[in-house]
């Protein structure tokens, strides 16, 4: 052993203290130092094993005061999450009713969409239905009425619905409603109060007519004159005169191309002028209903009935037949153009083609 170790205090034994009460004044060695350090770093530790403790008993305290919070947050939670569900339920519910809604506005909106277009069709059609029915109305006032006027309103009124309308299918429409207008105003249609006073004339005609087969009237006996104051007139010359007048006034001979004027009587006579006033009353009174076909027939046999039983050579009678000519010729003018064009063109229209 060196001196140093036998410098050295003994070591104390296991058994006995670990730290040996130092002295004022006495010398500490290695194992004093080491005793003080461990005794230092036990009450670190201790101090440390305190302050863990506190600590952990903050966190204790911590953990189960977010416990708890997180308790309750899960409650609350859960209320929300009943609550949520009952919402959606909710809205679910208003979204399935949303829903039906809305296929129900979505049906109207279609349903109104197709009647808009139903509308805006049925605008047109009943357009064409309109105009065609004015333009029929209108044709047959000017049938009564024997002016074509009316038609040519109608027609007019007709081209200005067409032009506001401003359609392109109603384009070939309004072509045809102009074309007619100027068939119509082209057309030279008869003066149908002219052709009544005309009528009228003929009828007040036909008592004056001379029948074919008629007895001519008797002329006058021709006085003699004397041919200067001085000379007398011979009797027994003008009872000659006379006597002959009488003579060819019994036997009279005419040229009949007619057989049935020969044997009329002078009863019938009567009859033949009564039947031609009626063949021209029925004439005016069609001509008045605008049944032009039966006028035209009346008139057609009342110029037949003047040419087989009245005397062609008497003035009265070519006067009459002169006049009952020109009212058949005007009679020939009194029909309205048709408007053909315009009711084809409407038909087409009306078909949507």
């Given at each position: 052993?060196?001196?140093?170790?036998?410098?050295?205090?003994?070591?104390?034994?296991?058994?006995?203290?670990?730290?040996?009460?130092?002295?004022?004044?006495?010398?500490?060695?290695?194992?004093?130092?080491?005793?003080?350090?461990?005794?230092?770093?036990?009450?670190?530790?201790?101090?440390?094993?305190?302050?863990?403790?506190?600590?952990?008993?903050?966190?204790?305290?911590?953990?189960?005061?977010?416990?708890?919070?997180?308790?309750?947050?899960?409650?609350?939670?859960?209320?929300?999450?009943?609550?949520?569900?009952?919402?959606?339920?909710?809205?679910?519910?208003?979204?399935?009713?949303?829903?039906?809604?809305?296929?129900?506005?979505?049906?109207?909106?279609?349903?109104?969409?197709?009647?808009?277009?139903?509308?805006?069709?049925?605008?047109?059609?009943?357009?064409?239905?309109?105009?065609?029915?004015?333009?029929?109305?209108?044709?047959?006032?000017?049938?009564?009425?024997?002016?074509?006027?009316?038609?040519?309103?109608?027609?007019?009124?007709?081209?200005?619905?067409?032009?506001?309308?401003?359609?392109?299918?109603?384009?070939?429409?309004?072509?045809?409603?102009?074309?007619?207008?100027?068939?119509?105003?082209?057309?030279?249609?008869?003066?149908?109060?002219?052709?009544?006073?005309?009528?009228?004339?003929?009828?007040?005609?036909?008592?004056?007519?001379?029948?074919?087969?008629?007895?001519?009237?008797?002329?006058?006996?021709?006085?003699?004159?004397?041919?200067?104051?001085?000379?007398?007139?011979?009797?027994?010359?003008?009872?000659?005169?006379?006597?002959?007048?009488?003579?060819?006034?019994?036997?009279?001979?005419?040229?009949?191309?007619?057989?049935?004027?020969?044997?009329?009587?002078?009863?019938?006579?009567?009859?033949?002028?009564?039947?031609?006033?009626?063949?021209?009353?029925?004439?005016?009174?069609?001509?008045?209903?605008?049944?032009?076909?039966?006028?035209?027939?009346?008139?057609?046999?009342?110029?037949?009935?003047?040419?087989?039983?009245?005397?062609?050579s008497s003035r009265r009678t070519q006067g009459a037949a002169a006049l009952l000519k020109d009212v058949q010729s005007q009679m020939r003018n009194l029909d309205v153009p048709h408007v053909n064009d315009t009711y084809a063109a409407l038909n087409t229209a009306a078909a949507g083609r």
């Amino acid at each position: 052993m060196n001196a140093d170790a036998r410098d050295e205090p003994p070591i104390p034994s296991v058994d006995g203290p670990l730290v040996a009460p130092v002295q004022s004044g006495a010398y500490l060695g290695p194992a004093g130092r080491t005793a003080i350090v461990l005794a230092g770093l036990s009450l670190v530790a201790l101090l440390a094993s305190g302050l863990l403790w506190q600590k952990l008993t903050t966190i204790q305290e911590l953990l189960a005061r977010q416990s708890a919070d997180t308790g309750a947050l899960s409650v609350e939670a859960r209320a929300m999450a009943k609550q949520s569900m009952e919402l959606s339920q909710d809205a679910a519910a208003r979204t399935a009713l949303f829903e039906a809604r809305l296929a129900e506005v979505t049906l109207q909106r279609t349903q109104l969409e197709e009647l808009i277009q139903s509308l805006s069709r049925s605008r047109d059609e009943n357009l064409v239905v309109d105009i065609e029915s004015s333009i029929r109305l209108a044709q047959q006032q000017t049938q009564l009425t024997g002016s074509a006027e009316p038609l040519l309103a109608a027609l007019r009124s007709a081209d200005q619905r067409v032009t506001r309308a401003a359609q392109p299918r109603l384009s070939a429409l309004q072509r045809a409603i102009v074309k007619d207008i100027d068939r119509i105003k082209a057309a030279a249609i008869s003066d149908t109060p002219g052709l009544l006073v005309k009528l009228d004339e003929l009828i007040r005609m036909t008592d004056d007519l001379v029948i074919a087969n008629a007895v001519g009237p008797k002329r006058p006996t021709e006085s003699i004159k004397p041919t200067s104051p001085a000379v007398a007139p011979v009797w027994w010359k003008t009872g000659l005169d006379v006597v002959v007048h009488e003579l060819r006034g019994l036997v009279r001979v005419n040229r009949l191309e007619n057989a049935e004027a020969a044997l009329l009587s002078p009863e019938q006579s009567f009859f033949l002028r009564e039947n031609l006033k009626l063949k021209l009353l029925n004439a005016r009174l069609g001509l008045l209903a605008r049944q032009l076909e039966s006028s035209r027939a009346d008139l057609a046999a009342a110029s037949v009935t003047l040419s087989k039983y009245f005397d062609a050579s008497s003035r009265r009678t070519q006067g009459a037949a002169a006049l009952l000519k020109d009212v058949q010729s005007q009679m020939r003018n009194l029909d309205v153009p048709h408007v053909n064009d315009t009711y084809a063109a409407l038909n087409t229209a009306a078909a949507g083609r």
